[in-house]
């Protein structure tokens, strides 16, 4: 039996269930109504993802489709590349992908074929707002 590990209330008047065990969680995704009061349960959009960077030269020749479906099987749901910009603007694929697993608990590593892939903590780029140049937002700030 599985174990409710946190519930709490957000802002727009929904719950979050936290469990502790992957059919305890179907199990609250399945229900309609709880103590006879409707209800819909949906997982969360960011909180059942983590992101992870990787770097691997010989995966510069796959594309990110690919890299999709053979990874499935570790818990990778989606793969960004990051392209660097030479001297002369063309944009090239780079040794570096951030992966999007599906799940809260990561591996240390992924195996693509033979080839053991270290896994490393990704952070993103900080957001700023390209008119006042300010960190942490996107407002409509006057115009100067």
């Not at 490393?120 to 700023?128: G, V």
Request: include cysteine; hydrophobic fraction near 35%; charged fraction near 25%.
């Amino acid at each position: 039996m599985g174990i409710l590990t946190d519930l709490k209330r957000l802002r727009g008047g929904q719950f979050l269930f936290k469990t502790n065990i992957e059919t305890y969680n179907e199990k609250l995704l399945g229900l309609s109504d709880l103590a006879e009061v409707p209800m819909k349960a949906t997982p969360h959009q960011t909180l059942n993802l983590s992101k992870r960077m990787i770097r691997c030269a010989e995966l510069k020749h796959a594309s990110e489709e690919e890299i999709i479906s053979e990874l499935a099987d570790q818990g990778v749901v989606d793969c960004f590349n990051i392209k660097v910009k030479s001297q002369d603007g063309v944009r090239w694929k780079s040794n570096t992908y951030i992966l999007t697993f599906g799940t809260s608990t990561l591996p240390k590593h992924i195996e693509i074929g033979f080839i053991y892939i270290h896994i490393e903590i990704y952070i993103p780029n900080p957001l700023r707002y390209f008119r006042c140049q300010k960190y942490g937002h996107s407002c409509l700030c006057s115009l100067w």
